[in-house]
Antibody, heavy 120, light 110 residues
Framework: EVQLVESGGGLVKPGGSLRVSCAAS????????MSWVRQAPGKGLEWVGR??????????DYAAPVNGRFTISRDDSKNTLYLQMNSLKTEDTAVYYC???????????WGKGTTVTVSS | QTVVTQEPSLTVSPGGTVTLTCASS?????????PNWFQQKPGQAPRALIY???NKHSWTPARFSGSLLGGKAALTLSDVQPEDEAEYYC??????????FGGGTKLTVL
């Protein structure tokens, strides 16, 4: 069974940092393009960014609001995706979802999400 | 800043047909934008329904279909069921390096 499990969310002060993780199972993680999507309370979905598989260069792309503050990385030996968030702002408060592209699109399957709250 | 626009809300009767649309502020939506559609029910994570305009995932009910319609991406639900009541989001890709979600359509089955 394909599974994505996010972890590491929590409460952090504005200007602080946090790293959230996504543990993948049930598919060949190293072959997947992986993405992060967030959803602020009561709001819609927002694309955060993506990392390609290493055979496609392993490059990353980011949405403008997080570019330069957030970094997406992957550890294929651990089947884990990461999102390092620095210089956090109150508007970064959201549920952060991990998604995997299994060969059809970038976001074929989704995790249940982890909640990040930025507040003083 | 690119904006992707969807109808904020739509209502459909059980057994009826409804079409949701997805427009881009940059102009007509084509297959080059690889339109995707997702369904989200309250308290749940989103679920992928349609990719690359009209392709269904193995778990997508046959009553859901995707297309291009009048310069927009479209999601049509036929023979709507009560369990189809949900928020629906489209996603468009720009230049292969950026993706933008629409604001979502709240579909009520009444």
């Amino acid at each position: 069974e394909v599974q994505l499990v996010e972890s590491g969310g929590g409460l952090v002060k504005p200007g602080g940092s946090l790293r959230v993780s996504c543990a993948a199972s049930g598919f060949t993680f190293s072959n997947a393009w992986m993405s992060w999507v967030r959803q602020a309370p009561g709001k819609g979905l927002e694309w955060v960014g993506r990392i390609k598989r290493k055979s496609d260069g392993g490059t990353t792309d980011y949405a403008a609001p997080v570019n330069g503050r957030f970094t997406i990385s992957r550890d294929d030996s651990k089947n884990t995706l990461y999102l390092q968030m620095n210089s956090l702002k109150t508007e970064d408060t959201a549920v952060y979802y991990c998604t995997a592209g299994l060969g059809f699109s970038d976001m074929d399957v989704w995790g249940k999400g982890t909640t990040v709250t930025v507040s003083s | 800043q690119t904006v992707v626009t969807q109808e904020p809300s739509l209502t459909v009767s059980p057994g009826g047909t409804v079409t949701l649309t997805c427009a881009s502020s940059t102009g007509a939506v084509t297959s080059d934008y690889y339109p995707n559609w997702f369904q989200q029910k309250p308290g749940q994570a989103p679920r992928a329904l349609i990719y690359s305009t009209s392709n269904k995932h193995s778990w997508t009910p046959a009553r859901f279909s995707g297309s291009l319609l009048g310069g927009k991406a479209a999601l049509t639900l036929s023979d709507v069921q009560p369990e189809d009541e949900a928020e629906y989001y489209c996603l468009l890709y720009y230049g292969g390096a950026q993706a933008v979600f629409g604001g979502g359509t709240k579909l009520t089955v009444l």
